[in-house]
């Protein structure tokens, strides 16, 4: 890879989960350093991010998305970029969680994991029909939202337009990359946005969930090993092809 590349990557069930292939893809990495740029985007806040970089031998990244794309940190600064928040209008979190409320099938998760642009839930096995009708009913009240549902468990509920692929784009965007140059990284629901932005290059690790296994596309690499393992051979794949 002659060109610089930025990865944008998930961490739990992505980077995370198998130890010895975590060594295997920091040793690799390691060595194009000057190639690669590193963006970590997780479910977690940036501070819980922090601490993973802390506790494990997840590398020193460029950047941080964190709450599913609600928030976007460069690495080292305690501030999220102000400029994000601005397109998120029309948000109204207590009209949101009045309709939530009202669905016994959700439960609140714990007030750590809540933000003001990040409302979450525990909603196990919800059929598609159910997301639906929620984002209908959200709509039909004018409140400008959008529902993501990850790992048959995860409801979260954020701003229209604030998600992990439009966070990437948008730090892509910041970082000077082109968006042909962005290589992303999931096994999740909250991941498949990331997926769907144009001219991103994807990794599907091999112990994603069905929403990503199910993606069919000449620019999304499913690989055949699990965690940091998928995402190496995921990044070994394409940088062979970016080479030319
Ligand atoms: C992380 C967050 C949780 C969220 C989930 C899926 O686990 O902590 O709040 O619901 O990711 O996005
Ligand atoms: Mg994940």
Redesign the pocket.
């Known amino acids: 890879m002659d060109r610089t590349n930025l990865v944008v990557s998930d961490v739990?069930g992505t980077l995370l989960g198998d130890d010895a292939a975590l060594a295997e893809l920091r040793n690799w990495y390691d060595q194009r350093r000057d190639r690669l740029k590193l963006v970590y985007s997780?479910?977690?806040?940036y501070q819980?991010v922090l601490e993973s970089i802390r506790t494990t031998l997840l590398p020193e990244p460029s950047a941080v998305i964190g709450?599913?794309g609600t928030d976007v940190h460069i690495f080292g600064k305690d501030t999220p970029l102000e400029d994000w928040h601005y397109s998120f209008n029309g948000w109204d979190p207590a009209g949101v969680r009045a309709v939530l409320a009202a669905h016994p099938e959700l439960q609140p998760?714990p007030d750590h994991?809540?933000s003001r642009h990040?409302l979450?839930?525990?909603g196990y096995d919800l059929p598609p029909e159910f997301i639906e009708h929620l984002q209908h009913q959200l709509e039909h009240r004018g409140y400008l939202a959008n529902v993501?549902y990850?790992?048959q468990?995860?409801?979260?509920v954020l701003p229209r337009g604030a998600n992990k692929g439009t966070a990437a784009a948008f730090i892509a965007r910041h970082l000077e990359f082109a968006a042909e140059d962005v290589i992303v990284c999931g096994d999740?629901?909250?991941d498949l946005a990331m997926f769907q932005q144009p001219q991103f290059r994807g990794i599907v690790v091999a112990n994603a969930h069905p929403e990503l296994k199910a993606l069919k596309s000449p620019r999304v690499y499913h690989a055949l090993r699990p965690y940091a393992g998928g995402v190496l051979v995921g990044l070994q794949h394409w940088s062979s092809l970016l080479e030319g």
């Open positions: 739990d997780s479910g977690r806040f819980s709450g599913v998760q994991l809540q990040k979450s839930y525990y993501v990850s790992s468990r995860d409801l979260d999740s629901g909250n």
